[in-house]
């Protein structure tokens, strides 16, 4: 599609940018949440404990059939800690359902869960059952996730008046023992709207994501996404040659619980690679405006969480480090090498780990990765690749100048 094309979309699927008097935060009362993974289960759970009206949809069997024939959801640790039911009558609890349809038809708020491949699907089969005034929450949307979910939905045919939302994370780390998530609270991560203007939007969600801090739009919350280079790095960088970021451990020692936790995978080669990647990312962000990103640290910080105690962040499983170590590269790598080649900018170190990320799942992954022109913004070079993206974030070319490059993108 081209760039007008885009624009055109930007006018149909999205709202005029927000003016005049501040909206109040809307009440989200009846929440859908796609997906049967633990992170879906999280998000049914703490919306359930705030008072909504939880649907959990899931097109999988299994997933649905272990959910109602458990206990219900445990919450252990932080966090609204007690034990959410499922399909109960008597009480309040998550409701589950494999059909779509009645599942997003009269939600306010609509969670799209999962690994990224799942989120795609989610937003080709809604395009026909979207109504106005929804909302749609990618966490985590990664690089370029809203502007993707944008795009699908548009090639799906939809039309409505909706909000996207890509957030860089959930208020807790977890664990999952079957029915049960330990929780660790986890840091401030980036929001913004698609359209951009709808603060309010940002405001109601917090009632179920308190982490959030908003941002101008999905342009800076795209490049303050640093899982890629925190998680990547840590998740394949190992052996003898790097140290780790935990304790020693003497010879024949085994490692306490406490201490296994992600951050402790970052040693201090891990730490220079990971500020090599840093580096390559706000040199990339600066080109398209975005400026003000985490450090190196910073990133640490929010991605893999503290060494020990609250704020942890659980050493994941091989299959979940995986699932991970996949979108990561396709969700946080790939779309800033796509940006960076657009810019000019030389991103040697993030090529690397693609590369490596490759090779070590047995796939080009960088084939099936966000990248401008699979969203499309189909530009030959930056200035207009900076005015799409501007007019696909305002959602109007009627608000301000579409043709001032970067405008409402700087951080």
């Not at 045919?157 to 998530?181: H, N, R």
């Not at 207009?384 to 490059?405: E, F, H, K, L, N």
Request: hydrophobic fraction near 45%; include cysteine; aromatic fraction near 4%.
């Amino acid at each position: 599609m081209t760039a007008a094309g885009f624009e055109e979309f930007a006018e149909v699927v999205a709202a005029r940018s927000a003016g005049g008097a501040v909206e109040a935060a809307p009440r989200y009362d009846r929440v859908t949440v796609l997906g049967g993974g633990p992170d879906a289960r999280l998000l049914a759970a703490l919306c359930l404990a705030e008072g909504a009206a939880v649907t959990l949809f899931s097109a999988y069997g299994e997933e649905l059939s272990a959910l109602r024939s458990g206990a219900g959801v445990a919450l252990r640790g932080a966090g609204p800690v007690g034990t959410y039911q499922i399909d109960q009558d008597s009480v309040p609890s998550i409701r589950t359902t494999a059909e779509l349809d009645r599942a997003v038809a009269g939600a306010e708020l609509i969670f799209l869960t999962g690994p990224i491949h799942k989120q795609r699907t989610y937003a080709m089969v809604l395009a026909d059952h979207v109504r106005d005034g929804q909302v749609l929450v990618l966490a985590p949307g990664r690089s370029m996730g809203a502007l993707e979910a944008a795009w699908l939905l548009r090639v799906g045919g939809a039309k409505a008046d909706i909000t996207l939302v890509e957030t860089q994370g959930l208020p807790y780390w977890f664990e999952a023992s079957g029915a049960t998530l330990a929780l660790s609270p986890a840091a401030t991560v980036c929001a913004a709207t698609l359209p951009s203007g709808r603060p309010a939007v940002l405001a109601g969600l917090a009632r179920y994501l308190p982490n959030l801090n908003p941002v101008l739009s999905t342009v800076h919350s795209g490049f303050a996404d640093g899982s890629g280079l925190v998680e990547v790095p840590a998740l394949l960088l190992g052996g003898p040659a790097l140290g780790n970021g935990g304790p020693e451990v003497p010879m024949g020692g085994v490692p306490l619980p406490e201490n296994r936790t992600f951050r402790a995978l970052i040693g201090a080669e891990h730490a220079a690679v990971i500020a090599r990647l840093a580096d390559e990312r706000a040199a990339v962000g600066r080109a398209f405006g975005v400026r003000d990103l985490p450090s190196a640290t910073g990133w640490m910080d929010i991605h893999a969480g503290a060494l020990k105690g609250p704020g942890s962040r659980p050493v994941p499983s091989g299959a979940t480090a995986t699932a991970i170590l996949r979108d990561a590269t396709i969700g946080s790598l790939v779309p800033l090498v796509s940006a960076a080649r657009l810019a000019g900018v030389a991103v040697p170190a993030t090529e690397g780990m693609i590369t490596l990320a490759s090779t070590i799942l047995g796939a080009d992954v960088a084939t099936a990765g966000r990248k401008l022109e699979t969203v499309g913004i189909d530009a030959t070079d930056i200035e207009d690749a900076r005015r799409i993206m501007d007019v696909i974030a305002r959602g109007s070319t009627a608000t301000g100048d579409p043709q001032r490059p970067g405008s409402g993108t700087d951080g």
